[in-house]
């Protein structure tokens, strides 16, 4: 069964700081990583990887693929109040349905 | 990107009833998923939507607890039947854009259920 563990489950952290969110997956048939913010219900999609080692940048936002080693992780500089959220990853394993296996999510509290 | 439009947004439902959630889409796809979010928990797809088809249920859920129709390719609902407190969820239904097959998925707003 595929399996996304995000580390770590919650972290609180004063506006200007770099976060760092990790996101490790054991999954059957790779396709591609998803990362989403979810504030209140909905999840909004960030970042869809790939490929190893190619940064995807967003304003504040980047994240990388480690394929060999089967993790990914993202990254938000200079965080601000706003940047407060659960940050999910997700994995696509492909396949007819597109099934996405969800991690449980970091929950990020930036103060002011 | 797709706009998704859920409905209810929230309810509060008794023991023993069924609710049904709607879920329509500014344009034609051809999947519809539905995702559970139990509180505490990582979402959890429930079952795939196809036009003209019968769902496709995940491991854990069935049709009889989680009827779906899909009559044409931008509205489906989704139905939580004889609830307990444990369907206390979000229930979010979410569509693929572009049809690409990579699960760049886009989300309605969801419908948060509270079953007392």
């Known amino acids: 069964e595929d399996k996304v563990v995000q580390s770590p489950l919650s972290l609180v952290v004063h506006e200007g700081d770099t976060v760092t969110l990790n996101c490790s997956y054991e999954?059957?048939?790779?396709?591609?990583l998803l990362w989403y913010k979810q504030e209140k219900k909905a999840p909004t999609f960030l970042f869809m990887l790939?490929?190893?080692?190619i940064e995807k940048k967003s304003g504040r936002l980047s994240s990388i693929l480690d394929k060999k080693e089967l993790f990914s992780i993202l990254n938000i500089t200079a965080t601000q109040t706003g940047d407060s959220a659960v940050y999910l990853c997700a994995h696509n394993s492909g396949g007819s349905n597109y099934k996405l296996t969800f991690g449980k999510g970091t929950l990020l509290t930036v103060n002011p | 990107s797709a706009v998704i439009s859920q409905k209810p947004s929230r309810d509060i439902c008794q023991r023993g009833t069924s609710l049904t959630i709607q879920c329509q889409v500014d344009s034609q796809v051809t999947m519809m998923f539905w995702y559970r979010q139990q509180p505490g928990q990582s979402l959890t797809l429930i079952a795939t939507a196809n036009q003209g088809s019968e769902a496709t249920y995940e491991s854990g859920f069935v049709i009889d607890k989680f009827p779906i129709s899909r009559p044409n390719l931008t509205f489906s609902t989704l139905t939580v039947s004889n609830m307990s407190p444990e369907d206390s969820s979000i229930y979010l239904c979410?569509?693929?854009?572009?049809?690409?097959?990579?699960?760049?998925?886009?989300f309605g707003e969801g419908s948060r259920l509270t079953v007392l």
């Open positions: 999954v059957t048939n790779f396709r591609s």
């Open positions: 790939t490929s190893s080692g």
């Open positions: 979410s569509v693929e854009e572009g049809g690409s097959g990579t699960g760049e998925l886009f």
